[in-house]
């Protein structure tokens, strides 16, 4: 079956330390996109990528980055200048030239201990 | 800024009920105009989109009215029921393949 995967499912990270996320899709979709999602803050984007080798920042993207060096793949990185990590990840896809809903994945709970 | 308003942010509605969640949004060149469902701990599903040419779309149950010189779009879910029970986003972008400017959700409650 063709889907988003997200890994891990929950992630606690030390003061300090960058974590990767995961988001691998088989829908062959062009573009991919990272929500972060708090409480009473509906998702807002962090980054998106409509082609491989090429991203670019969405609305919160200071503290983050990723990479787009395979079609299939859009890790996120949340680096130790990300000063409120705490919240629920969203990997998102889409295909692009029509009327086309994104696809989520089930998302990544990070925690900061 | 929030280019997309949403509400109510919460919203209880008897089982047979409708229920009604409205946005609004500023950017006249948006030109998409999904809503997504979310349970508790999963990622959102579409649900319903429309276009700005069209001003209403019906799927089954649930259905978006559009007015355009409002620039305002409401989804109506009829005949309610317990499983319904979800946070609804609506969202808007400058085409399907855009990244889509979310609304803050409402989180409905459908009582037996």
């Known amino acids: 079956d063709g889907g988003i995967t997200q890994s891990p499912k929950y992630l606690f990270r030390k003061e300090g330390q960058n974590v990767t996320l995961s988001c691998e899709q088989n829908l062959n979709h062009d573009a991919m996109y990272w929500y972060r999602q708090d409480p009473g803050q509906g998702l807002r984007l962090i980054y998106y990528?409509?082609?491989?080798?090429?991203?670019q920042k969405g609305d919160i993207a200071e503290g983050y980055s990723v990479s787009r060096e395979k079609k299939e793949s859009f890790p996120l990185t949340v680096t130790s200048a990300q000063k409120n990590p705490t919240a629920f990840y969203l990997c998102a896809s889409t295909r692009t030239g029509g009327d086309y809903g994104y696809t989520f994945g089930s998302g990544t709970r990070l925690t900061v201990v | 800024q929030q280019q997309v308003k949403q509400s109510p942010q919460s919203l209880i509605v008897q089982k047979g009920g409708i229920s009604i969640i409205n946005c609004a949004y500023e950017?006249?060149?948006?030109?998409?105009f999904p809503w997504y469902q979310q349970f508790p701990g999963k990622g959102p599903a579409l649900l319903i989109a429309?276009?700005?040419?069209?001003s209403e779309k019906k799927e089954g149950r649930f259905t978006i009215s559009f007015n355009k010189s409002a620039k305002q779009f409401s989804l109506h879910i009829m005949d309610s029921q317990p499983g319904d029970s979800a946070t609804y986003f609506c969202?808007?972008?400058?085409?399907?393949?855009?990244?889509?400017?979310f609304g803050k959700g409402t989180s409905l409650l459908v009582t037996p």
């Open positions: 990528s409509q082609i491989v080798n090429d991203f």
């Open positions: 429309i276009r700005p040419d069209v």
């Open positions: 950017n006249t060149a948006f030109d998409y």
């Open positions: 969202a808007a972008s400058l085409n399907s393949g855009y990244a889509l400017n």
